[in-house]
């Protein structure tokens, strides 16, 4: 029987690993920028299973794990020359790994909806995978100005999976900085670029947007106060991303030049650079959370059942069968 000493170092050695692997996918995609050729750390192998005494009872690698992702049209893929490069394709080399339900175009009716029906997402995993399928990460995409339904979101899909690990997603664009005139909100940098027909990618250079728009940080009072709700109701994990590292204290303009690369022309969709730092953020946290919690990514997690959406927060747009601007995708069709 190996003695605790033995046990200690195996775990030091594992985690160890975990973070140098996640390390050196980053310093690759730094060094490289935009170009950046990109292989997930799949191989990464997470201890999980823990008893209350903290004995280890398993590990999984981020390979194994099965993820729905649901979300509007960063999660769908708009805007890239492959849109199979968003972060939900890269989560794991295995397409029978993961479901993705994504909005391809969110405000094409009132009001803007980022999220298909309850009813459809559960007819969409039994197509795909019959009615008691298993996830292990559940991520739901959103932006500071969307996020419309989400609570309720958040409720079900705890609600029918107990023991996924469920992430917030919530991608913080340049287009959504404040636009002022005379000291009075008028929309965001989007309507503004809008309503003056400007290109936000040919506009940062000019000397009106250093000198004369009036850009500001947008209040986020409201989206901090669901998302600390959601996670003490809920037992979910948020990931601001790129939140964190904006400095509030500069020229919200230097932020949005100074990650410029992150974004396309728009400011709006991630690039493919954007997408994959999504993907070692979500990684990272499945990683945090599988060392710290107990009884989480378990070989047979729970399967609960669906809460019946009787507010009708998602009811306003048909499956993607009906619908040209919804997509799914997964299950075996997928390879």
């Known amino acids: 029987m190996a003695s605790l000493k033995d046990f200690l170092l195996l775990v030091y050695l594992v985690v160890a690993a975990g973070v140098l692997t996640l390390t050196s996918i ?42 729905l992702t649901l979300g509007s049209s960063n999660t769908y893929g708009v805007g890239l020359t492959n849109r199979y490069s968003a ?27 980022l999220y298909p029906s309850v009813s459809c997402i559960k007819q969409s995993i039994n197509e795909l995978y019959g009615p008691d399928e298993e996830f292990d990460v559940i991520v739901l995409e959103h932006d500071i100005i969307d996020f419309h339904g989400l ?20 991608v913080w664009a340049p287009a ?3 636009w002022y005139v005379n000291n009075e909100r008028r929309g965001t940098f989007y309507d503004w670029a809008n309503s003056h027909s400007v290109a936000f990618y040919d506009f940062m250079s000019t000397a009106k947007f250093h000198n004369k728009l009036d850009i500001r940080w947008p209040d986020q009072k409201q989206l901090i106060n669901l998302h600390k709700r959601i996670e003490n109701e809920f037992n979910t994990q948020l990931l601001f991303y790129l939140h964190d590292d904006f400095d509030r204290r500069k020229d919200p303009k230097e932020c949005i030049l100074q990650y410029t690369y992150y974004f396309q022309k728009d400011h709006l969709h991630l690039t493919q650079f954007g997408h994959r730092g999504v993907v070692q953020s979500i990684q990272k946290i499945v990683n945090d959370v599988a060392h710290h919690q107990s ?22 747009m048909s499956c993607p069968s009906l619908n040209e601007f919804m997509q799914i995708e997964g299950g075996e069709d997928s390879i």
Request: hydrophobic share 35%; proline share 8%.
């Open 295 to 316: 009884n989480i990514l378990l070989q047979q997690p729970r399967v609960g059942t669906w809460l019946d959406d009787n507010k009708g927060e998602y009811d306003t």
């Open 151 to 170: 609570y309720n979101l958040a409720q079900i899909m705890r609600t029918r999976y107990p023991d996924a690990i469920i992430i917030l997603l919530c």
């Open 26 to 67: 980053k310093r690759s995609v730094d060094n490289n920028s935009r170009s950046a050729s990109y292989v997930p750390a799949t191989n990464l192998r997470v201890i999980v299973n823990h008893k209350p005494d903290g004995t280890v009872t398993g590990s999984r690698t981020l390979a194994d794990l099965r993820y």
């Open 176 to 178: 959504h900085f404040d």
């Open 87 to 113: 972060y939900p394709f890269l989560l794991s080399p295995n397409p029978t790994k993961v479901s993705n339900i994504a909005v391809k175009q969110a405000d094409v009716a009132p009001p803007k909806v």
